[in-house]
């Protein structure tokens, strides 16, 4: 049975940061492209940064330069490290699949409010 279980949201003050991790369990975990998305309150989900097996990444413009998506292809893990956070960046943060069966977790909130 495949698993995304995203771990690291909470309350975080403007400027500070966090890491996301999302622990996978897929097969072929390696050659799968994943992702980190965002949801707040309102708002449509929008893809956050995404990032190839071999370690080729993307990112919404909106976080580029602050956000670092990064994978550990033994541990089957996929992280998000959010530094300089903004008000604006608050929401549900999901990892999911970004290429093949689609798969999602269940959400890890993050908050960011002084």
């Known amino acids: 049975q495949v698993q995304l279980v995203e771990s690291g949201g909470g309350l975080v003050q403007p400027g500070g940061s966090l890491r996301l991790s999302c622990a996978a369990s897929?097969?072929?975990?390696?050659?799968?492209?994943m992702a980190w998305h965002r949801q707040a309150p309102g708002k449509q989900r929008e893809l956050v940064a995404a990032?190839?097996?071999?370690?080729?990444?993307d990112y919404a413009g909106s976080v580029k330069g602050r956000f670092t998506i990064s994978r550990d292809n033994g541990k089957k893990m996929v992280y998000l490290q959010m530094n300089s956070l903004k008000p604006e960046d608050a929401a549900v943060y999901y990892c999911?699949?970004?290429?093949?069966?689609?798969?999602w977790g269940q959400g890890t909130q993050v908050t960011v409010s002084s």
């Open positions: 990032i190839t097996g071999g370690g080729g990444t």
């Open positions: 999911a699949t970004a290429s093949g069966r689609s798969y």
């Open positions: 897929i097969s072929f975990f390696s050659v799968i492209t």
